[in-house]
């Protein structure tokens, strides 16, 4: 079977959008999955957000510009699923966004997909206290090693603020692990 390409999905939806959107599924939905995943922590969670990613991108394929990339595109739709259910779950807990770290944190200390090294969790718990935009900002960039450029394409942020996010994120990272 050969390799889907992005250029292949280009060339499909303008001819046979079922068949792109199935390629799109196969090309990004592992990829979509887990950076949805480090955000919301929960298997059912990013479940959630990325059967909704893929109905946004579905109902708005037609209006894709081909001016970025198909996976920016896409990253965006996915980050932006992820932290509206994260401001869901605020709702529906009656807390803050910045008191879902600490339901976030339980339930990364409870999941198989964190049973690692201690380490391991104790960084995931460090990127669980950071704000959510800069959360995703550092997920983005050090686990999905996006460029400054495709994440500004992504959440519309200016490279220079990207740059600063993500300075304030691993300084507050390499504090909590100081500290813990």
Same mark, same amino acid.
């Given at each position: 079977m050969s390799q889907i390409t992005e250029d292949d999905i ?69 980050? =932006?699923?992820? $932290?509206? %259910?994260?401001? *869901? ?9 910045? +008191?879902?770290?600490?339901i976030l944190s339980s339930s990364a200390e409870g999941s198989s997909w964190f049973d690692g090294d201690a380490a391991t969790?104790?960084?995931? =718990?460090?990127? $669980?206290? %950071?704000?959510? *935009? ?9 686990? +999905? ?36």
């Amino acid at each position: 079977m050969s390799q889907i390409t992005e250029d292949d999905i280009r060339a499909a939806i303008a001819t046979d959008s079922e068949k792109a959107f199935r390629m799109i599924i196969e090309l990004y939905g592992r990829k979509l999955y887990w950076h949805i995943r480090r955000l919301v922590i929960t298997h059912d969670d990013a479940d959630d957000a990325l059967q909704n990613t893929f109905l946004n991108a579905w109902k708005n394929l037609g209006s894709f510009r081909s001016e970025s990339s198909l996976l920016t595109w896409l990253w965006s739709i996915a980050t =932006n699923e992820a $932290l509206n %259910l994260l401001r *869901k779950r605020a709702r529906e807990n009656s807390v803050s966004l910045d +008191d879902v770290e600490g339901i976030l944190s339980s339930s990364a200390e409870g999941s198989s997909w964190f049973d690692g090294d201690a380490a391991t969790v104790k960084l995931q =718990n460090a990127i $669980l206290k %950071l704000p959510d *935009k800069q959360r995703a900002v550092f997920n983005m960039k050090y686990f +999905d090693e996006m460029t400054y450029e495709d994440m500004s394409a992504v959440t519309g942020t200016s490279v220079g603020a990207l740059k600063a996010s993500y300075h304030h994120a691993v300084k507050k990272i390499e504090q909590f692990l100081e500290e813990n």
